[in-house]
């Protein structure tokens, strides 16, 4: 059974910084793309960032260069580090890991990704 438990989020004043991480049993982070998207209410869910197999990384316009995505394959779990919080970044972030390949500009939409954790929310203040 795949399970991914995000943790990490919290309420953080605006400029402040959060790392949050996920945890994935039952799949191989190695094995397909990875992403994490946030949902804010009464938003549709959007993706904020992706990483492949290869390493190569997606970001939503609008965390590009305060946002970073990585993973560590032997403990198998993804991270978000999160730097200059905005309260527009307010909203609950939901790891995913895809169901196999996807291509290289659909990283950051949710359709191929099947397997979904129950997010952790953000708040940033302003």
């Known amino acids: 059974r795949v399970q991914l438990v995000e943790s990490g989020g919290g309420s953080v004043q605006a400029g402040g910084a959060l790392r949050l991480s996920c945890a994935v049993s039952?799949?191989?982070?190695?094995?397909?793309?990875m992403a994490w998207f946030r949902q804010a209410p009464g938003k549709e869910r959007e993706g904020v960032a992706a990483?492949?197999?290869?390493?190569?990384?997606s970001y939503a316009e609008s965390v590009k260069g305060r946002f970073t995505i990585s993973k560590d394959n032997a403990k198998n779990t993804l991270y978000l580090q999160m730097n200059s919080l905005k309260p527009e970044d307010t909203a609950k972030y939901y790891c995913?890991?895809?169901?196999?390949?996807?291509?290289?500009?659909?990283?950051?939409?949710?359709?191929?990704?099947?397997?979904w954790g129950q997010g952790t929310q953000v708040t940033v203040s302003s």
């Open positions: 995913a890991a895809a169901w196999g390949g996807v291509r290289s500009g659909l990283r950051l939409y949710p359709p191929d990704y099947g397997y």
């Open positions: 039952g799949y191989s982070t190695s094995s397909n793309c």
């Open positions: 990483i492949d197999t290869d390493g190569t990384t």
